[in-house]
């Protein structure tokens, strides 16, 4: 009986150390989830394009915010059609040409037989933007040859919703335009008129902001988005938008201290533009991630920072250390089979004291 116990008890006892000397987790172990700042190398920071602003505070502006579009003027648009039936003799300019005032365009022939040909100008300078002429056409008082637009100035018309804040934008207030083609440009302008009524199926609100475009960069059906400032000023703790990730009421921002990057829950205020206030969670001084943050999300320390963690919780991988043995960090399959190897030798026990009772 003595000999059965020493086997069991022997059998146990190397199971488990074995176990322990390999850190072995179970079925539904998993391993510790990193919580704390990420430290990451200069190397893995240039790769995944790493770029920080810092928290400041500034005056921000409460504004609304709409989608739109590019649009010329109405004004600044001319169509050209000839004043007499006739036939296209010549024509003079073709598509995305720059004109002149005055500048002749085309030249027809009337039909009345004895009539000079005529020469048809361009009533603005800018740029051809419709050219549906063709030699030989017929032609009649009403049909349009050509158009000619002048891009100089544009109009982003931002529309939005039906709410209480409609009544609060006025033609003359300043507004900010973006687009996705300039992402790292801002181009300011006035609202010039706003729809007298809200469109019936929609109920949407139409807002015309006037935009200077000198360089000619801003093209008719171009996409926008619309800032549009209400209310006065206030000194507040501002970021960057971009750097604000996460769904409604689940927000964080990571904030960078040299190599290392920590993740925090913020609460946001107003909007201005492409800056947000942040109303708790960010310090002033502090630089947080705008670009490259998404990917920080899935980012991982280096292997010796994890070994230093596992030290922490008791797991000692030192040559000298692997016979010890900690009941907490015994995976689920040695605790079954320390209860089979106790149960036996239970029963042997039980089954040794019957006989010697009977005897």
Known sequence: MKHTFLILFTAFVAAVAHAHEGHVHGPGETEAVQTGPVVLSDEAIKNLGVQTAEATVAPLQRTIGMIGRIEGLPERLAKIAPRAEGRVAEILVKLGDRVTAGQPVLRFEPRTVGNPPVVLTSPIAGFVVRQEASLGQALNPDTVLMEVADYSQVLARGMTFESPDLSLIKPGQSATVRLDVFRDRTFQGKVQRLDVGLERESRTFEVYVLLENPELQLRPNMQASVSISIGDPQEVLAVPQ??????????????????????????????????VEIVEGVLPGDNVVTEGHYQLQFATGPKKEEAAAADEHG?????????????????????????????????????????????
Request: a positive charge; hydrophobic letters at 45%.
């Open 242 to 275: 971009r750097a604000v990730l996460g769904d409604l009421g689940n927000l964080f921002v990571f904030v960078r201290d040299g190599t290392s990057f920590e993740r925090r829950n913020v609460v946001i205020g107003m909007k201005s533009g492409d800056q």
């Open 315 to 359: 797991h000692s991988h030192d040559e000298g250390a692997k016979g010890a043995l900690s009941a907490t960090h015994l995976p689920g399959w040695a605790w079954g089979i320390g209860g089979l190897v106790l149960g036996a030798l239970t029963m042997a026990l039980m089954r040794g004291r019957s006989s010697e009772a009977a005897a």
